[in-house]
């Protein structure tokens, strides 16, 4: 089962604004005339239904929004970059590069931004004022953000079956649902997590067979966190024992130990307890013995057959019982605790804004994204763009911020990959 993938996603950049039109006075429909450029793409993840695994995400592992275009004289604003869907199945969680949740796809058509396209440059024409009819400075589009991503799926399902390796976990699927995984008389026989529907008493719900758990899953021996990752999405749980093990009690504590280990909260969810193989006689003389060895009051308890069907109504009533009673919600928040810490990284992340000064090496850096954009296109050679720019500074605060910073005439100025010699 590939359920955790790494994915790079890079959004769009923005298209760069024109610097188009006559800058003379007095020209019969003369004036600037620069569109602006088109935004990138968006990277969107959304959640599809139709989709049950990861593993196309084995091969295709990149994935890359257009880049809007550049606006065009005669005010042609650019097209906008073409965004890129990823489809996901609907229980996947996505993670930042340190592994932290930053959004849960938990329905079909929910969609999360990855990334964001870059933001268009404004052409020339959004820089024409009262006092600057000819404007010669645009703005270079926003680059787009390349990011790595984590992908984990975590299925949604109202039950899961859970027990030790040929428990009859798989049976009990196939009995109750279309679903039709591997039987086989030998432990592991299941390797992926199988999803059902169920139809009982005019209920359905989703159950999931979970691959065979044993000692250490929790550590992740036999592939356990993979399995046990899925059991944080149920709601109910059938805890299956095979009733010819030679240990049927010792196999049901050391299952109800590895979920404890794994996350306290999984222990904390209804358990269903179903003796299976009663068809054969040696489990029917033996599974009230078995009943008492588990000791503990208080779990529901069935003696069933998964290959006959036997005790298996009674049972399913009470899954639909168990199910009626508990809030319709998905647990989907049982892995990570809401600490404050977490509900910060909920939050999308902010977009730089505002202006910084910094001084390294006697030369004074300027941050402000906005402006960074337009010293991008100046022609430095061009008197007009000089002077429009620098007005430009003084309206967004940059200048100001200059002064306050402590800079004098003659002083070097960076911002963003152009220097200069503040005058
Ligand atoms: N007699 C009898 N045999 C059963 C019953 N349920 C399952 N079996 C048999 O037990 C063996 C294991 O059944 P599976 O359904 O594959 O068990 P599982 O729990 O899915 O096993 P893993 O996928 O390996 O974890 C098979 O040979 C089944 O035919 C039952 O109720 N009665
Ligand atoms: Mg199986």
Known sequence: MIDSVLIQITSGSGGDGAISGR???????????????????????????????????????????????????????????????????????????????????????????GAPGGRGGYGNVKYSSSTSQYPVIAQAGEEGLKKSLRLELKLIADVGIIGVPNAGKSSLITFLTAARPKIANYPFTTIDPVLGIVEHRDKDFVMVDIPGLIEGAHKG???????????????????????????????????????????????????????????LDEVRILAEDIRDAMGQSGWRFHIVSAVSGEGIGPMMDEVVQVLSELPNTIPSKLSFEATEENIAILRPEPKRRGVSISHENGVF?????????????????????????????????????????????????RIGNVEWEWD
């Open 23 to 113: 800058h003379e006075k007095f020209v019969p429909r003369g004036g600037p005339d620069g569109g602006d450029g088109g935004r990138g793409g968006n990277v969107v993840i959304v959640g599809d239904h139709n989709e049950n695994t990861l593993i196309n995400f084995r091969y295709e592992k990149n994935f890359a929004a257009g880049n809007g275009e550049n606006g065009a004289k005669a005010k042609k604003h650019g097209k906008n970059g073409d965004d890129v869907v990823i489809r996901v199945p609907v229980g996947t969680q996505i993670l930042n590069e340190d592994g932290r949740v930053i959004a849960d796809i938990l329905s079909t058509g929910e969609e999360y931004i």
């Open 221 to 279: 021996v036999g592939l356990g966190h993979e399995f046990l990752r899925h059991i944080e999405r149920t709601k109910v749980l059938i805890h299956l024992v095979d009733g010819t093990s030679e240990d049927p009690s010792g196999d049901f504590r050391k299952i109800n130990r590895e979920l404890e280990m794994f996350n306290e909260a999984l222990i904390g969810k209804p358990q269903i307890l179903a003796i299976n193989k009663v068809d």
């Open 365 to 413: 850096i300027v941050q402000a994204p906005g402006v960074e954009r337009i010293a991008q296109r100046i022609d430095y050679e061009d008197w007009l763009a000089r002077m429009q720019f620098y007005k430009h500074m003084q309206k967004t605060g940059v200048v100001k911020a200059l002064e306050e910073a402590g800079i004098s005439e003659g002083d070097t100025v």
